[in-house]
């Protein structure tokens, strides 16, 4: 796949805000979280799965505050079940450690 489009240089890694904090950090100091085309939200760690995504810092102070602000449901466009909640910090449990 050719893509035609001419980028400017860009030496310094992409940046994202953190949905909780707000804070712009390097994407790879963040955590996607992607709705899928088929609707199912989940943390993407390759960062490569289609969807709509949002950034979250990995800990779960600042996942609190994107679900408690419904920062979450808007960057994603999509009301997030609680259960859903629950499974996507359960995940995100295990980036906090590294
Ligand atoms: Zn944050």
């Not at 890694?13 to 085309?37: E, F, H």
């Not at 505050?65 to 994603?76: E, F, I, Q, T, Y």
């Amino acid at each position: 796949m050719a893509k035609g489009k001419s980028q400017p240089k860009v030496k310094k890694p992409p940046q994202r805000t953190c949905v909780g904090c707000r804070q712009i950090k390097s994407k790879w100091d963040l955590v996607r979280i992607v709705r899928t085309p088929e609707g199912a939200v989940e943390i993407d760690p390759t960062g490569k799965l289609s969807g709509r995504g949002a950034y979250v810092c990995p800990n779960r102070e600042c996942f609190d505050l994107a679900v408690k602000g419904k920062r979450l449901d808007r960057a994603l466009e999509v009301t997030v079940p609680d259960e859903v909640i629950e499974k996507l910090a359960l995940s995100l449990a295990r980036y906090e450690r590294l």
